[in-house]
T-cell receptor, first 113, second 115 residues
Framework: SQTIHQWPATLVQPVGSPLSLECTVE??????LYWYRQAAGRGLQLLFY??????ISSEVPQNLSASRPQDRQFILSSKKLLLSDSGFYLC????????????FGQGTRLTVV | AQSVAQPEDQVNVAEGNPLTVKCTYS??????LFWYVQYPNRGLQFLLKYITGDNLVKGSYGFEAEFNKSQTSFHLKKPSALVSDSALYVC?????????????FGKGTTLSVSS
């Protein structure tokens, strides 16, 4: 069966520090991968999605970036965090068929102080 | 552009009563529609989806949803609510005519079931 791992679960970082959140998927190949951010009262905002290695689309311009160095690994990064980057970050994967649902990791609670 | 609206931030029901969580959508073509549930500080769990066929879709934990194309709605329902159903419910849509797109989510509705 397929599983998705996302870490860390919680993170407190100072303003201006770098960020690296990692997500890996097991039990499937060539998944579509997604990073979402969930802010209170604003729902899930799609940040990045990837249909293959080094194929990444950015939905919202900001100081975050994403990379997919391996088929089942998706990394969310920032060189310098802002206070507004605080939130709950969710990684998800799905199959290529568009009628299929996405499966989510457990999320990372990021607090920028 | 695709969008999803959940008009109620919170829904309160008593245990044993029926519940409805509303969702409306906007896509340029025909939609794929999804419902997820989220417990505090956890990821989203898939409940059910509408792809094609019967407008009434049954999912996990006794939930069901009805697709209404004329009203562009996909309301989530359950005949008898449980206290353990209390959580955030999030509706999502994907335009089946647009390959390469991700799910677009609504803001979510907090369901509170009282005993």
């Amino acid at each position: 069966s397929q599983t998705i791992h996302q870490w860390p679960a919680t993170l407190v970082q100072p303003v201006g520090s770098p960020l690296s959140l990692e997500c890996t998927v097991e039990g499937t190949s060539n998944p579509n991968l997604y990073w979402y951010r969930q802010a209170a009262g604003r729902g899930l905002q799609l940040l990045f999605y990837s249909i293959g290695i080094d194929q990444i689309s950015s939905e919202v311009p900001q100081n975050l970036s994403a990379s997919r160095p391996q088929d089942r690994q998706f990394i969310l990064s920032s060189k310098k965090l802002l206070l507004s980057d605080s939130g709950f970050y969710l990684c998800a994967w799905g199959q290529g068929a568009w009628g299929t649902e996405a499966f989510f990791g457990q999320g990372t609670r990021l607090t920028v102080v | 552009a695709q969008s999803v609206a959940q008009p109620e931030d919170q829904v309160n029901v008593a245990e044993g009563n029926p519940l409805t969580v509303k969702c409306t959508y906007s896509v340029s073509g025909n939609p794929y529609l999804f419902w997820y549930v989220q417990y505090p500080n956890r990821g989203l769990q898939f409940l059910l989806k509408y792809i094609t066929g019967d407008n009434l879709v049954k999912g996990s934990y006794g939930f069901e949803a009805e697709f209404n194309k004329s009203q562009t709605s996909f309301h989530l329902k359950k005949p008898s609510a449980l206290v353990s159903d209390s959580a955030l419910y999030v509706c999502a849509v994907r335009d089946r005519g647009q390959a390469g797109t991700a799910l677009i989510f609504g803001k979510g509705t907090t369901l509170s079931v009282s005993s």
